[in-house]
């Protein structure tokens, strides 16, 4: 009872937020991503760069995850993880994908809709040779989101992988993957502390943005 009512006294969109002017923005959402990207970072949020990646699984149900945005440019977005992953497996059989982003500080969300697909073996070896020695190692064991049946056993995976990685420090793990989202439509969602959010969604339609304003 006292949490639920901790929970109803809880506020949300407060601002005060940037403004948005829908009417002012480029003729595709690339562009416009990395201007409100620009503004998160300005405005100091915290990991502005953790998404939520929506899959499909074998069932047809959804399966949604955090990840952390790798790269960004004209032509999509950027995401790493095994391809023996689940998530791997499922892209594999559908590679039908959402991005979701939030950025509480400013009450903005983006929604990306779209396909996802490999990145070629060069950009995913230097992406894996980026990361830290322990997520490289775990990468390298293949066993992510596998039962662990004892916490001792991944201490001791994770220092045999490390042996491994220090006699032979450009190891690159086969199953590494960077993906890339090519998007169908995005929606930019400025949110209002009186509920009047703006929201604009651009969509592809015969190779051209479409640009529209959406009820809130
Ligand atoms: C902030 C944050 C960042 C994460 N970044 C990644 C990432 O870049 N790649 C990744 O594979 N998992 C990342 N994870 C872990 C995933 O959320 C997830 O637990 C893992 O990938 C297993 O998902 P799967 O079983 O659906 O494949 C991150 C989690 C959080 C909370």
Redesign the pocket.
């Known amino acids: 009872m006292k949490d639920t009512h901790k929970l109803k006294n809880l506020k949300s969109l407060e601002g005060p937020f940037p403004k948005f002017d829908p009417t002012n923005v480029p003729s595709n959402p690339n562009e416009l991503f990395q201007e409100w990207f620009y503004t998160v970072i300005e405005k100091g949020v915290h990991?502005p760069h953790?998404m939520t990646l929506s899959?499909i699984n074998s069932f047809g149900y959804p399966?949604a995850?955090?990840?952390?945005l790798?790269d960004m440019d004209e032509d999509g977005w950027y995401?790493?993880?095994?391809s023996n992953?689940?998530?791997?497996q499922?892209l594999k059989m559908n590679p039908n994908v959402s991005l979701t982003f939030y950025w509480s500080l400013i009450g903005r969300q983006v929604r990306i809709r779209g396909t996802s697909c490999k990145v070629g073996k060069e950009r995913s070896a230097k992406d894996f040779l980026e990361r830290g020695e322990v997520a490289r190692a775990l990468a390298l064991l293949g066993k992510?989101?596998k039962v662990l049946p004892d916490s001792k056993i991944l201490e001791e995976s994770i220092l045999e992988q490390i042996e491994r990685l220090k006699s032979k420090p450009n190891t690159v793990d086969a199953h590494w993957c960077l993906y890339k989202v090519t998007a169908s439509e995005v929606e930019f969602w400025q949110g209002d502390r009186e509920r009047k959010h703006i929201r604009l969604l651009y969509r592809m339609e015969n190779n051209k943005w479409i640009k529209e304003l959406l009820w809130p």
């Not at 995401?79 to 095994?82: E, L, Q, Y």
């Open positions: 990991e953790s899959t399966d995850r955090v990840l952390i790798k995401f790493a993880s095994g992953s689940v998530k791997g499922q992510q989101s």
